[in-house]
């Protein structure tokens, strides 16, 4: 069997991805850790902010060395920028010998055989309006992971200004249920106790589908999954969270308590710019609401310093937004410009030390009210999933409560894969230190 390094940048969709390239390639290549012995190397980009672009182009730009040296080695660009880019990725790194867009990384099979017959360089990034995704059944023997995800949805309509998605990803489409429940049933089968629904606005799931089930209903459907222990999905979109939804979150046992509502800026002249469609009060109404009906519920966010025009005082709105909702968790990033993302073309970018001072502000306030939350679980029970050995050390067990706090313990041998109770004594900076109290499978 002949080798295949793949590494993966991005999203959660990639991640996803990427496992169905190595199970469409599993009867020709085993996966390799080392990319020198690769004989086939992927790199599964992603375009949504400018790091992550550059981290891509570091990685592919050192590959050419081992091309000269190896040129039988084959190397494939796929995922968000082999679709922004094109064939421009050959001018700047001519060793590449395969470029494929997300909606091609499906046909991989077929365009290596190309590349193996001496045909190169092949460059697939065509988009079709109503792209369906082939279902294929990962391969998870051996490997027995606890977790996975599960796409129910592709591609993005909402256009915000800043982000490329929309056009790297195409229109949004959504899988049909059978084929989500076949696929959750096929992942319980190899002994899979919790499901990631993936979407880049799961709230929308089934709205342009006739006959669809609302994403609520699509919820309760996988929640009751026999073996299935939990679910989570994300991203959901604030201005499309409904009280459905809001109510199958509170009374739906496997649902996961954790709701990642990506908020932006608080405030209301940026989110505008940012086409964003909601104010600052009516996502205050959703926390609100929410918080009213399932009173457990963590919510984490994604916020953007730095968007053109965004002055002292628009910034200051997003750190008292951040005061107020108590996110247990947040993603922040400075703005960049992307590619056919509108924003690109919008006037008073902001000077790059002041995104960071601002990015720098965000990260303390929100390292105190993570600190906070943490400290308040010391002393309770907390239910966990347990994945398997601390990567940071291997004598303590991780894994995750409801919520998605990150809970690292000591207890016995065996517990990866059983739902276990841990009394937390202590807190890290980003996870919870406890020690195991007992067994508590469903
Ligand atoms: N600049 C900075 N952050 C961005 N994001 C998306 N596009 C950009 C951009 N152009 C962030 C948003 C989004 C997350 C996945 O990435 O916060 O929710
Ligand atoms: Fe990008 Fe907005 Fe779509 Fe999210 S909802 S993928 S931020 S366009």
């Known amino acids: 069997m002949k080798k295949v390094f793949i590494r993966t940048f991005g999203c959660q969709m990639n991640e996803y991805d990427s496992e169905r390239i190595l199970t469409l390639l599993k009867d020709q290549y085993v996966s390799c850790p080392e990319l020198n012995e690769a004989d086939l190397i992927i790199v599964n980009t992603c375009s949504v902010r400018e790091k992550a672009e550059q981290k891509v182009y570091s990685l592919v730009g050192r590959l050419k060395h081992l091309k000269r040296r190896r040129p039988e080695v084959i190397i494939a660009v796929v995922g968000c920028v082999a679709q922004q880019e094109g064939e421009r990725i050959l001018k700047r790194l001519p060793h590449v010998d395969l470029v494929l867009g997300p909606q091609a990384v499906y046909r991989f099979p077929e365009h290596l055989a190309k590349v193996l017959a001496g045909e190169r360089p092949i460059v697939d990034v065509t988009m079709v309006k ?39 990803r195409g229109r949004e489409i959504s899988r049909p249920p059978e084929e989500i429940l076949a696929e959750v049933e ?86 505008k710019r ?132 990150v809970v690292n313990f000591e207890g016995p041998e065996g517990l990866k894969g059983l739902l276990v109770c841990v009394l937390i004594e202590d807190t890290g900076q980003h996870s919870l230190r406890g020690r195991f109290k007992e067994i508590v499978n469903p």
């Open 130 to 168: 109503n792209f369906r995704q082939p279902l294929i059944f990962p391969e998870l023997d051996g490997t027995r992971p606890v977790k996975a995800f599960v796409t129910i949805m592709q591609g993005c309509d909402n256009f915000c200004s800043y982000c490329v998605v929309p056009y790297t």
């Open 186 to 271: 096929h992942l319980v089968r190899c002994g899979v106790r919790e499901v990631t629904l993936l979407g880049q606005n799961v709230n929308s799931y089934g709205r342009k589908e006739k006959g669809f089930p609302t994403f609520a209903e699509l919820l309760r459907e996988v929640a009751s999954i026999p073996g299935l222990w939990r679910v989570r999905f994300t991203t959901s979109h604030p201005k499309d969270l409904t009280e459905e939804l809001m109510r199958c979150l509170a009374e739906e046992p496997k649902v996961c308590k954790h709701l990642h509502l990506p908020v932006q800026s608080g405030s209301d002249r940026i989110l």
């Open 274 to 405: 940012m086409n964003r469609r909601y104010t600052r009060a009516e996502y205050l109404n959703k926390v609100a609401k929410l918080r009213t009906l399932c009173p457990e519920i963590a919510l984490t966010t994604d916020v953007i310093v730095g968007f053109p025009g965004e002055t002292e005082e628009d910034f200051k709105a997003t750190l008292s937004l951040l005061e107020e909702v108590r996110y247990a968790e947040i993603f922040s990033f400075k703005y960049s410009d992307r590619p056919l993302a509108r924003s690109r073309l919008f006037k008073e970018k902001i000077p790059e030390e002041i995104k960071a001072q601002r990015l720098a502000k965000v990260h303390e306030l929100q390292a105190r009210i993570t600190r906070e939350i943490n400290e308040s679980f010391i002393g309770k029970e907390v239910e966990v999933l347990v994945e398997g050995r601390s990567p940071g050390n291997p004598l303590l067990w991780t894994g995750r409560t409801t919520t998605n706090h």
